[in-house]
Structures are given as structure tokens and as C-alpha cells.
């Protein structure tokens, strides 16, 4: 009852007897209730037997979970596993129901729930079977996750500080602090499961706040190795740039396949199959170098050897990474047979990022057919932005071309919906374009600082980014068109940090040109941000998505 009755996270969340609806779901909570009146009234089935997706719940609320999702309300059926829930109709009934639920140890099963049900090897096996207690010591004490998240922040801020002293002793404690760090981020997740303190401010700040704390810690380790005569910041950037791409994937990838019809291919059925073999599934989930196992690395690498050694190791597993899940997904999408919704195309266009130039090109070109057309062009114009970046000689306006040419290509690859198999790719590698330039551009500078400045740039530009994903998760849709249009979209910010090269070539003014775009970008859309979080249209995000 408490699953199903006080959880925020889900407009209609029926249990055996009860049915709860959300203010956003009693509008047709009326009218199924009026349409399974009728129904019942006339003794016909409210849907087709055959149709019915609980057909063990006769209930009258039962029935009108039915009617809701009929009329296309999503309607979230709590797992009870070892709990009881029924509605007997008679004494014996009653009996039985009676001393079920009593031989069930409802703390235990209140702890077992407070833990995520998918997670990592390391996060499962090494935090979770204490991380669990710590949840509720702090439930007891009145603590609420936001505030343990805000601890966990707060500790890796300590933990970069730590690592930016650039002595053994700061690599020590900075290993330590990062691993208490995950500990709480767990250990937040578990308490709002345990409590189900799920809030509007909560699902910002855990959407948010483990990015920051790991592009934090980065930072805090390249200004270490640079106090002891290593300059590894254009690895830091590089290890933010693979990690934002690699989340990229990963939620433009489900964002396409969310709602789609036929959604099978033999490669997921491969997978089904593997599930079933338990090694295989903890195996397959430690290849992806999710966050558990990330962070781990980190802190052992960083109390054990030096801010080189972490970033190298980063980029390799995350690479490595990269190159299974996306082989995995390129065979998904080629070999199902799905059709892709309009909801998924334009989440895939939400998160193209589109800027006023990529959509005046796609407002006036014709729509590019051919069923790869779209991430064929998108690809073509990443390549064309990045290699420009990395082979013409810096400061050439001919990187200015190039850059007014994946304009024309990117407002090319949106001109059309992106429904087809592999449109997903469309923002990843518009992504990879974006940064990259920034990294490349910085790094063939001779301005003093501009690599540290393009981090700040790449970190405020990837916040929105974030932010983009999780409204969008949360059924609110993308950010508003003019915080897209006042920060320039994808393109046109790639194209501008390539004026601002050509234009500020050798010169100490790039490194503040990029300085002062990162500070503009990172107060339109942390103000925009914060403003929608804290306002009550915003979603409680559920949280047992993506590992990475």
C-alpha cells in the first residue's frame, strides 16, 4: 500500500484494492470512472479479456487501472515481491491473507527495496550492503536525501581540493574522500527509496550533482599535476569530452527506443538470453565502466600513482567502453524492425541542440531522404569541423569555413524527422563535434590557460546538455527555444570559439574570450535551470535509469 499510494514518481500506481492518481491523472481518472461505471452497468468487460494487462485484480479500483491505461494514461504496477497485498471476500480468505502478511519481515523488505535494483558489481557487492543501514540511520534521524546528496557534493569538492594540493599525502585523502563521496551519493538514492522522500528539488540535484562532482574532481587532479610540473589538463578535458559523449549515447539511444512499436531484434534477444546466465550479466555490466566502478578506479589510481596514470587509464576504459555499448546498439538498430514515434523524434531533435543557424538551414532546405541520410550528413559535417580543427594551421580562417560548412550540414541532418534506425546518432556526434573543436582549438594555442578555460566552456555547455536529458526523461520536454537561441545552440557556438581562434590568434585574449563564454553560458543555463527545478511543473525523475 505504502509502494502504491504515496510514491510522487508515477501519475497512477494501482494496488490489489487501491487505486492513487496524481493531479496530472484524475482528469481521466474521472472518465474512466464514469467508463467503467457504464461498463459495469451493462455487464460488459471495460476492455477485451484477451486485452486486459491485470487480469488477476478484479477489484473495483483494479478495473479502473484497466480503463485508464486503456485511454492511454501510464499506469505504473508496483512489484510487491514477497509482500501481500489482496482484497479476500470472505472469512477464510481473510484468514489466509492475515497470516501471510504477518510471516513478512516488512523492514527487511523495506531495506532490500531501498537499494536499486540494476546496479553496478562494485556498487552492489562493496557499498550497498552497508550503504543501506547508513540510509536508514539517517531516516531515523530526520535527514533527507537532498541533504546527504548536498554531503556527497560537498565531499568531492573537499576530495578535488584535496588532489589539487598536488602532494602524495592530498592524493591519499583525495582517494579516500572520493570513495566516502560515492558512498553518500548511494546512500541518497537509498534513503528517498527507503522514506520515498521523492522531490522536485531531489531529481535535479542527483541528475546534476554527480557530473559535477566528477568534472570537479578532474580539475582538482589536472591542477595537482600541474603544482608538481605535469600539465595534464588537456587529458582532464579529454576524459570530460569521453564521458559526455559516452552519457550522450546512452540517453539519445533509449530517448529513440523509448516508446517504439515492434521494438525487437535478435541482438536483444541475444542479450535476454545472457541475462540469464548470472555471470554474464555482471560481466557485461562492469564492461561499461559504470559509475561504481569509475569512481573506484579514480580514487585507488589517484592515492596510488599519479594524475597521468588516472586520466590514462580513464581514457582507455571509457574508450573501450564506448566501443561495446555502441556496437551493441548499431546491431540493435540495424537489425530490429521498429517504428519510431513522433514523442522519439522530437526528443532526438531536443537533443540535437539546434541553434538559430542549424534551424534556419533546416526551415529552408529540402529534408535529405534515405534512411541513413541524416547521421551519414551529421557525421560528415563532424568530420569535416574536427579535422579542420586538427590539421589546417590554427588560426586559419579556413577552420571558419569549415565551420560555416557543418552549419549547412548539421541544419541538413534535422531537416527531416529523425525517425529512422540509426537517427539516434544525430546528437552524439553532434556532441563529439562541439567539444572536440573546443578541446582541439584550445590545445593548438599558444594563450596561456586556454585548455583550463575550454574546460570551463565544455563544463557549462554540457550542464545544459544534462539538463536537456533529464527534463526530458521527466515528460517536460526540452529547454525553452530562447535559452537554445540566447546561448547559440551546438553550432553555433563551435563556430564561434572558431572566429574567436582565427581572430585571437597567439594571444592571451582567447584564453578570455573562452573564459568569458564559459561564465555567460554557465549563468543563462544555471539560472534558466534552477528557476525550472524549484517550480512545481518540474518532474520527481525516476532514478533507476542508465549505470553510467
Known amino acids: 500500500m505504502r509502494l502504491g499510494l504515496t ?11 487501491a487505486l492513487p492518481a496524481q493531479p496530472e491523472a484524475r482528469g481521466a481518472l474521472l472518465r474512466a470512472l464514469r467508463r467503467t461505471t457504464a461498463a459495469v452497468g451493462a455487464g460488459a468487460p471495460v476492455v477485451a479479456p484477451d486485452t486486459d494487462p491485470a487480469p488477476e485484480d478484479r477489484t473495483v479500483p483494479g478495473r479502473i487501472a484497466v480503463a485508464l491505461e486503456a485511454e492511454g494514461t501510464a499506469v505504473k504496477r508496483p512489484e510487491l515481491g514477497s509482500l501481500t497485498a489482496t482484497v479476500p471476500t470472505d472469512a477464510g480468505a481473510r484468514a489466509t491473507a492475515e497470516s501471510a502478511r504477518d510471516g513478512v519481515d516488512d523492514e527487511a523488505v523495506r531495506l532490500r527495496s531501498a537499494v536499486k535494483a540494476h546496479d553496478g558489481f562494485f556498487t552492489t557487492f562493496a557499498i550497498s550492503p552497508y550503504s543501506r543501514y547508513i540510509a536508514r540511520w539517517c531516516a531515523r534521524r530526520g535527514l533527507t536525501p537532498n541533504q546527504v546528496t548536498t554531503a556527497s557534493l560537498i565531499t568531492a569538492l573537499v576530495a578535488a581540493g584535496a588532489a589539487a594540493t598536488g602532494t602524495r599525502g592530498g592524493y591519499v585523502a583525495a582517494g579516500i574522500l572520493l570513495l566516502v563521496s ?34 570537479a574532481y578532474y580539475a582538482g587532479l589536472a591542477i595537482g599535476a600541474v603544482r608538481g610540473g605535469d600539465d595534464v589538463w588537456v587529458l582532464a578535458l579529454g576524459a570530460m569530452v569521453l564521458q559526455a559523449c559516452r552519457h550522450v549515447v546512452d540517453f539519445s539511444f533509449n530517448e529513440a527506443n523509448h516508446d517504439a512499436v515492434a521494438n525487437t531484434s535478435p541482438t536483444a534477444a541475444l542479450s ?122 590554427y588560426g586559419s580562417w579556413l577552420t571558419v569555413a569549415a565551420a560555416a560548412v557543418y552549419v549547412l550540414l548539421s541544419g541538413l541532418a534535422v531537416a527531416r524527422p529523425l525517425k529512422g534506425a540509426l537517427d539516434w546518432l ?68 563551435t563556430a564561434l570559439v572558431a572566429v574567436l581562434a582565427a581572430v585571437l590568434t597567439h594571444a592571451a585574449g582567447f584564453t578570455t574570450a573562452l573564459t568569458a563564454l564559459a561564465v555567460a553560458v554557465a549563468l543563462v543555463v544555471l539560472v534558466e535551470s534552477i528557476r525550472f527545478w524549484v517550480s512545481s511543473s518540474a518532474p520527481a525523475v525516476h532514478d533507476e535509469g542508465e549505470l553510467a
Not at 531522404?369 to 541524416?374: E, L, M
Open 182 to 215: 560515492f558512498v553518500l551519493d548511494c546512500t541518497d538514492g537509498q534513503l528517498a527509496r527507503y522514506s520515498l522522500q521523492y522531490s522536485t528539488m531531489g531529481a535535479w540535484l542527483d541528475a546534476t550533482f554527480d557530473r559535477a562532482k566528477e568534472y
Open 426 to 493: 544525430v546528437p552524439p556526434f553532434f556532441r563529439a563535434a562541439e567539444y572536440v573543436t573546443i578541446l582541439v582549438l584550445a590545445a593548438r594555442s599558444d594563450a596561456p590557460h586556454a585548455v583550463p578555460a575550454a574546460f570551463g566552456l565544455v563544463s557549462a555547455v554540457a550542464y545544459h546538455h544534462y539538463d536537456t536529458v533529464y527534463r526530458i526523461r521527466g515528460g517536460t520536454g526540452a529547454p525553452p527555444q530562447w535559452l537554445v537561441r540566447t546561448i547559440g545552440g551546438h553550432e553555433g557556438r
Open 7 to 17: 510514491d510522487p514518481r508515477f501519475a497512477a500506481a494501482p494496488v490489489p484494492g
Open 272 to 393: 535476454d538470453k545472457l541475462d540469464s546466465v548470472g555471470w554474464t550479466v555482471w560481466a557485461r555490466r562492469m564492461i561499461v565502466l559504470p559509475i561504481g566502478e569509475r569512481w573506484a578506479m579514480i580514487a585507488v589510481l589517484t592515492a596510488l600513482t599519479t594524475p597521468r596514470i588516472v586520466f590514462y587509464a580513464l581514457l582507455i576504459g571509457c574508450s573501450l567502453a564506448a566501443c561495446y555499448t555502441t556496437a551493441g546498439r548499431l546491431l540493435r538498430s540495424l537489425t530490429r524492425r521498429a517504428s519510431r514515434t513522433d514523442r522519439a523524434a522530437q526528443a532526438l531533435a531536443d537533443l540535437a541542440d539546434s541553434g538559430p543557424l542549424a534551424q534556419g538551414v533546416a526551415a529552408v532546405a529540402p529534408g535529405l531522404r534515405g534512411a541513413f541520410t541524416a547521421p551519414a550528413v551529421a557525421l560528415l559535417g563532424t568530420l569535416v569541423m574536427i579535422g579542420a580543427a586538427l590539421f589546417l594551421p
